[in-house]
């Protein structure tokens, strides 16, 4: 292959990598990139920002050059380069479309579309089909801890060693309103779910955006919240049950701070939480509106 075509091959090459890293800093810039990535991975994308910058720029300065002769002598013999214009065109195409879907597609969060395919996980339970909770009955009456209720670890206390989750679960018993925060979004609700007979009869405070299935009633909702490990293609949903009159008047995917009173009731054999005389404030969608699964020290 010759050298002007060698050269038009580098250069777009160096097109395609200043591409996607434009992409990343186009995330970066309208401040979208959480929408998309958990916080934790963008160091990851802070440096192939920078790689593909430059290995973009050199790139296109090779593929510039009127040295032709400077690809000759790469030692690069392995890496063939396409022998037709239409294995080319195939080829580039691949890594052409994502940047221009990326540019193109409106940036949103994951909604309510999505739950109903993944399924929300209330209490212990993961519901996929729509459930129905027209006959449970629900109790709001407030029981005495038990010393011998102590936190259970299971795959949703991962990264949290187990001091201080059992730390950070007697410090949520002591509360009388349990604070349902971001930075411990799934642990709280693992410690509501395991230690529920504790907490019934107090009060509960969080912010997640409502969610129905077809089985709910008009005065039913999730109000729930993403988790993202890693990227929105692991996202999963965690939520609390709330039942009432007010909420009927809630559109899905509305966000919402809502306090209430916590309850149980039992379904398939499992107690599991519920927000019973719910209060709520609509709001705007969080600047993070998904949660993740980290570990923090409790001191």
């Not at 940047?99 to 996980?121: A, E, M, T, W, Y």
């Not at 979004?185 to 299935?213: A, C, H, P, V, W």
Request: overall charge negative; hydrophobic content about 40%; aromatic content about 10%.
């Amino acid at each position: 292959m010759d050298a002007k075509s060698s050269q038009f091959h580098t250069y777009v090459r160096g097109v395609i990598l200043i591409g996607y890293a434009l992409l990343i800093l186009k995330l970066i810039l309208t401040l979208q990139l959480e929408n998309f990535v958990a916080a934790k991975m963008h160091k990851y994308l802070y440096f192939a920002l920078s790689v593909f910058t430059v290995l973009g720029i050199l790139q296109i300065i090779r593929g510039t050059s009127t040295k032709g002769d400077l690809h000759d002598h790469c030692g690069c013999h392995g890496h063939e380069l396409p022998k037709s214009n239409l294995k080319s065109l195939i080829i580039y195409s691949l890594f052409i479309a994502p940047i221009i879907i990326g540019f193109l597609l409106p940036n949103h969060i994951l909604d309510s579309s999505v739950v109903s395919k993944r399924g929300v996980k209330i209490g212990g339970q993961l519901f996929t089909a729509p459930p129905s909770f027209e006959d449970l009955d629900v109790d709001t009456q407030s029981r005495t801890p038990n010393k011998e209720d102590s936190p259970k670890q299971d795959e949703s206390q991962s990264t949290m060693f187990e001091e201080d989750y059992e730390k950070f679960a007697q410090q949520l018993l002591a509360q009388e309103v349990l604070v349902v925060q971001d930075e411990f979004f799934i642990q709280t609700l693992s410690i509501l779910d395991e230690n529920l007979d504790s907490f019934i009869g107090k009060q509960i405070k969080m912010t997640g955006f409502i969610y129905r299935e077809e089985g709910f009633r008009k005065d039913q909702a999730v109000i729930a919240r993403f988790s993202v490990s890693c990227c929105v293609a692991d996202a999963a949903v965690y939520g609390v049950l709330a039942e009432g009159e007010m909420l009927e008047e809630l559109e899905v995917d509305t966000w919402i701070d809502v306090i209430g009173t916590i309850g149980k009731i039992n379904f398939n054999g499992q107690d599991i939480p519920i927000i019973t005389k719910p209060e709520f404030e609509v709001r705007e969608i969080p600047k993070k509106p998904y949660v993740e699964e980290f570990y923090i020290q409790i001191k």
